[in-house]
């Protein structure tokens, strides 16, 4: 993949996030699930909130999801933001249930709606770290994303 100039700050991956990070980079979406009950959750969350349980495994979830709900910033809080401005944040519910944030990407601001379907997808923002952002996801099923992806991009 060719270089970026990538200037917005990149999260740090550190022991209990680690996973998640590594995850990544592989096109993979890890999260946590409860080994007492089987309940997913973030690595943010201590206990499962189902019965209260430490015990868990690092699972790979499906990467689907739905737009929980979303905000376009339009004021500058961070200098390197400067830039990107107006961008969307958004809480993306997964299939298994736990909803993290992360940016909606290959669609216009206009057209985010709550509940709209949407899929992982994974950006390399530098050789260490690959960011999680979602994509709308066509409601009726179709080729799969990276199908569709060698369709999309002929011309490599
Ligand atoms: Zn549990």
Known sequence: MAERDYKLPIPVADEESRPFFEGAKQRKLMILRCTRCGTWRLPTRERCAD???????WAQASGRGKLYTFGIMHQQ???SFAEA???NFAF???????RLVTNIVDCPNEELRTDMPVEAVFDDVSEETTLIRFRPRSLTPGPSPSQRER??????
């Open 77 to 79: 809080y961070h200098p």
């Open 85 to 87: 401005i107006p961008y």
């Open 92 to 98: 993306v519910e997964l299939e298994e249930g736990p």
């Open 151 to 156: 369709g999309d991009r002929r011309s490599g």
């Open 51 to 57: 019965c209260w349980s430490t015990e868990f495994e």
